[in-house]
Structures are given as structure tokens and as C-alpha cells.
């Protein structure tokens, strides 16, 4: 996976909220394989030691600060603005949530708060609807990939439209990354089929019954999904489509001159030299 000229061997981007202890995550981390994971600058100190910041530091990911908890335009620049001087990266999930039951995005804030934060220099990564027109709004602003979701945020429902995914992959050369929605792995693997590049998870790593084996389900899923997408699925059809050829099918037929003990028919292959003329 590639993005703003960054290559990531891992499709799996990792979530650190809600875990219940600071060492399930370090090993929740290195069972899932990722490089890179999410952290709310407003649910941390970034200067903290003996803190989230310093199991970070010992995992040698990647830290992509995210704009969780913002509802407006200007709160999620200046988020971004002091995520880039905690953590002095450029780069911002940006979240700009418009409905507090839902966390659904605000559409039209989270464009502003993208063209501003694109003009600004940082690289953006835009949570977002899985609506097309909005996620090429997205585009045309300059964000460095699109991150739809596939049903609300730790709603864990999976995938609810990927008609509409199909669509946003199919419009966009941008990385797209599924960004909430996942309950469990094989919502991951679908993602991948369905021609996403990467998923971010966490309520469905960190609230699993046992977070270090959901980080490795949900690894392996990704690369299951990706790998079937390669191989390529059959085409979907309405009716049965028999899986052995018609031609070569072995036949009962009835031995030369009848059977003397009444026995039933014999079993002859077509090939076999012994099948007696019909």
C-alpha cells in the first residue's frame, strides 16, 4: 500500500483506542503487523512518559494523529496544527464528526477543514461517508487518500454498501482505506475483495474478547482478501452451473448378451475398450 509517495507493507492501520491495557495493545501491535497506527491528540499527552507515546516509541510504528472529537472546521485545523508540533508529522487523520449519535461525518465541514489543511502542506487522510460524490470533492481538494466507511463508527455492522465502495474504487486512483464498520475479520477480507487497499480497525481489535487474536485474525483477513481479489472470483450467476464437464461422464450400460445372474447394470467408463457397442 502506498500513500503520499510512502510505502507500507501492511494494509492493516490500528486504532488505540479503547483497549484496556497499555501492554495488550504493544502486543495487539505486533500481531496485527502494522506500521502504522492512530492516535486522538485530544485523549493523549503527547509529552507523557510511561504513557501510550512511549509503547509507540518501543513498536516503531508509525503515528498518525487523528482529529477524533472535533464537530467543526476550524476546531479540526487547529487539532491537525497541534498534532503536527506534538508529534512533528505532516500527516492528520482528519475526523470532522457532524451527528453525536451517529459520528457521521459533516460533509460540508470536513471539505473546508481538507482544502484548508491541504493548503497548509499537511497530507490529509479525509474519514468520510462511503458517498462518491462527497469522497471526489475529497479528491479534487488534494487529500492523499479516501477513508470511507463501511457503517458506523465501533457500530461493528460490517460492510453496509459496497455498491458504493465499488464505485469510490473505481473513481479514485487515491488510496482507499475502510475506516470503520468492522466487527470481525471476514468484514476485512470483503473489504480487500471489493478493491479496497488497506482497513483501520480498532473498537474490533481492542473490545474483542481477546484483542491480541482479533489483531491477528483481522491481519491474516486482509491479506486473504487481497490475495482472492488477485486470483480473481468466478462470476456470480442466478443458476447452478455444474463444476464437471457433461462430455466423459461415465455411463451404466448393460452387459453384451444381458447380465446371466440379474444382477444390476455395470459401471463402464466411456474410454474403458471393454464398453460394449451401443
Request: proline share 6%.
Amino acid at each position: 500500500m502506498r500513500i503520499a509517495g510512502v510505502e507500507f507493507s501492511s494494509r492493516l492501520i490500528l486504532g488505540t483506542g479503547g483497549f484496556p491495557r497499555l501492554e495488550t495493545l504493544a502486543d495487539a501491535i505486533a500481531a496485527s503487523g502494522t506500521e502504522m497506527v492512530t492516535v486522538a491528540l485530544r485523549r493523549i499527552d503527547p509529552g507523557a512518559r510511561g504513557s501510550l507515546v512511549d509503547v509507540l516509541d518501543a513498536a516503531g510504528v508509525r503515528v498518525l494523529p487523528n482529529t477524533a472529537g472535533c464537530y467543526t472546521a476550524r476546531d479540526a485545523v487547529l487539532t491537525a496544527k497541534l498534532a503536527r508540533e506534538a508529534f512533528a508529522t505532516e500527516w492528520v487523520k482528519l475526523e470532522v464528526i457532524g451527528d453525536e449519535r451517529t459520528l457521521l461525518p459533516d460533509a460540508v465541514e470536513l471539505v473546508a477543514a481538507a482544502e484548508q489543511l491541504v493548503d497548509e502542506g499537511f497530507v490529509v487522510l479525509p474519514y468520510t461517508t462511503d458517498d462518491p460524490v462527497l469522497a471526489r470533492r475529497l479528491e479534487d481538494v488534494g487529500c492523499a487518500a479516501i477513508m470511507p466507511l463501511g457503517s458506523p463508527i465501533g457500530s461493528g455492522m460490517g460492510i453496509n454498501n459496497a455498491y458504493n465502495l465499488r464505485l469510490i474504487r473505481e473513481q479514485t486512483a487515491l488510496p482507499v482505506i475502510l475506516d470503520a464498520g468492522v466487527g470481525t475479520a471476514s468484514d476485512a477480507a470483503l473489504a480487500l475483495e471489493l478493491g479496497c487497499d488497506g482497513v483501520l480497525c480498532a473498537s474490533a481489535i481492542s473490545r474483542a474478547e481477546d484483542p491480541v487474536a482479533m489483531a491477528r485474525a483481522i491481519r491474516l483477513a486482509v491479506e486473504a482478501g487481497l490475495l482472492a481479489r488477485t486470483a480473481g472470483r468466478i462470476p456470480q450467476r442466478l443458476h447452478a452451473t455444474a463444476s464437471t464437464a457433461e462430455a466423459g461422464v461415465a455411463e451404466f450400460v448393460h452387459p453384451a448378451g444381458g447380465d446371466p445372474d440379474g444382477g444390476p447394470d455395470e459401471y463402464v467408463h466411456p474410454s474403458d475398450p471393454a464398453r460394449p457397442l451401443q
